[in-house]
Nanobody, 124 residues
């Protein structure tokens, strides 16, 4: 069973930065594409970004383009989400998930394994 463990969430002021990590202990990181999703209170879970297993393909939601950067270090079995210029509307629980490939439509049904999530709060 593939397990994903998110970390790096927290409270940050608007305009600040956070880096989220998604670790997959015990599994080769280059076997799976990885996506980041978020869910705010009262809203549906939405795709934020994804990266292919090799790292050669990335996709971003329009709302985070130019502010968020996804990357991966397969030697460490870890995927990162660097979030800059954070806004209050970025407040949500952020989840990472594993899939066969990275698709720009962020179809949740394509992701078979999910982490428990990490809270990101952007507030002054």
């Amino acid at each position: 069973q593939l397990q994903l463990v998110e970390s790096g969430g927290g409270l940050v002021q608007p305009g600040g930065s956070l880096r989220l990590s998604c670790a997959v202990p015990g599994f080769r990181g280059d076997l799976y594409a990885t996506g980041w999703f978020r869910q705010a209170p009262g809203k549906e879970r939405e795709g934020v970004s994804c990266i292919s297993s090799s790292g050669g393909l990335t996709n971003y939601a329009d709302s985070v383009k130019g502010r968020f950067t996804i990357s991966r270090d397969n030697a460490k079995n870890t995927v990162y989400l660097q979030m800059n210029n954070l806004k209050p509307e970025d407040t949500a629980i952020y989840y990472c998930a594993a899939s066969t490939y990275c698709s720009g439509n962020f179809n949740l049904k394509l992701y078979d394994y999910w982490g428990q999530g990490t809270q990101v709060t952007v507030s002054s």
